[in-house]
């Protein structure tokens, strides 16, 4: 049985290990954490992982059990991550940062690092464009992902150099998918 005020990994190496939640966190359910993977399919295969506003660090972990190379998680208030990736052995492929999403996205792109997913879940109470660090784009790799998860009610931000490629509600979550294409921006199909 789930412990209050804490998450399972579903799948992968660490399928089933607890995860501890922030207080007054709203961590991504297991059902849309479970469906973001499926979406992702074999992209997740030896991703490097770059997981802003953190919290628990759910989906930043659970890449890493389902087959990504590394995962890097960012946090202001790191503690409860700090707990949540001991808690998982050696894991030389967890990362964690205390720092903000805009601080770190400065620092790897000055350093010249790439992600294949970037993964955003800013607080409800922060809009979303205001959430997005600017130059986002610098760090990701040339075919990577960027997917913000959005309050269902909430307009997918615009974020400079990429493109709204799918749209995906989950209960109470979107999910945005942005990508690196030319053309105009297709909206896919919504799942309930």
Known sequence: MKAPGAVRISAGRWKGKALD??????????????????????????ARVLDLYAGSGAVGIEAVSRGAARAVLVDRDSSTLERNVARLGHAPDVVVLRKTAEDSVASFAARGDRFDLVFADPPYSVAPEAAVPPNLESVLAPEGVVVIQLDARAEPPEIECLSLTDLRAYGRNRFAFY??????TVRSRTTR
């Open 21 to 46: 939640v922030p207080p007054a966190a709203r961590p991504t359910a297991a059902r849309a954490r479970e469906a973001l993977f499926d979406l992702l399919g074999t992209e997740i295969e030896g």
């Open 179 to 184: 990508r690196r294409i030319s053309g105009r």
